[in-house]
T-cell receptor, first 114, second 112 residues
Framework: EPEVTQTPSHQVTQMGQEVILRCVPI?????FYWYRQILGQKVEFLVS????????KSEIFDDQFSVERPDGSNFTLKIRSTKLEDSAMYFC????????????FGPGTRLLVL | QKEVEQDPGPLSVPEGAIVSLNCTYS??????FMWYRQYSRKGPELLMY????GNKEDGRFTAQVDKSSKYISLFIRDSQPSDSATYLC????????????FGKGTSLLVTP
């Protein structure tokens, strides 16, 4: 069964450093998302991406964040200058074009900012 | 008032028990309701998807939506130790963009 994959599974970085989190969505899906989950808190929406542009973003997704689909398979989240409070689990998700509600999640990247 | 409320538990039941998990919500525009299962340090796995009110059954799992009460439930029959996980409810409206609104999750432990 097709799955969303994410790399790396864990990332440790120093405050102020840039990080890039990578995702490979399910191959025939058209909508892509990033969510985050701070330890002990609920899953929070960051951004959605369709047709090579951002379709929606939350208040969390400020100028420090950017997304890109650099090729036909990868979907990336860049955090330009990480803060301590960016430490969280970051999940990528994707949906087929006809069913935006059934979002399929990857296993996540655990980011720790020191 | 938070949009989606979910009792975090933990909920501990013996193997074979019927489990009832619930969420309440405040936004009457929500029409799409999902239940995800999340094992420790893993991504949410879609279990059930329901549109509007009513029941949906899939094997040992039944999802119920009561829009008049703004209340959704997930029932697990004949619970197994492998069902031990955190269960997240999620929902959205037809015109509320792409973001899913999640509950905080209920931690379930099924003991042998």
């Amino acid at each position: 069964e097709p799955e969303v994959t994410q790399t790396p599974s864990h990332q440790v970085t120093q405050m102020g450093q840039e990080v890039i989190l990578r995702c490979v969505p399910i191959s025939n899906h058209l909508y892509f998302y990033w969510y985050r989950q701070i330890l002990g808190q609920k899953v929070e929406f960051l951004v959605s991406f369709y047709n090579n542009e951002i379709s929606e973003k939350s208040e969390i997704f400020d100028d420090q964040f950017s997304v890109e689909r650099p090729d036909g398979s990868n979907f990336t989240l860049k955090i330009r200058s990480t803060k301590l409070e960016d430490s969280a689990m970051y999940f990528c998700a994707s949906t087929p074009g006809t069913s935006q509600e059934t979002q399929y999640f990857g296993p996540g990247t655990r980011l720790l900012v020191l | 008032q938070k949009e989606v409320e979910q009792d975090p538990g933990p909920l501990s039941v013996p193997e074979g028990a019927i489990v009832s998990l619930n969420c309440t919500y405040s936004n009457s525009a929500f029409q799409y309701f999902m239940w995800y299962r999340q094992y420790s340090r893993k991504g949410p796995e879609l279990l059930m998807y329901t549109y509007s009110s009513g029941n949906k059954e899939d094997g040992r799992f039944t999802a119920q939506v009561d829009k008049s009460s703004k209340y959704i439930s997930l029932f697990i029959r004949d619970s197994q130790p492998s069902d031990s996980a955190t269960y997240l409810c999620a929902m959205k409206g037809p015109n509320s963009g792409y973001a899913l609104n999640f509950g905080k999750g209920t931690s379930l432990l099924v003991t042998p």
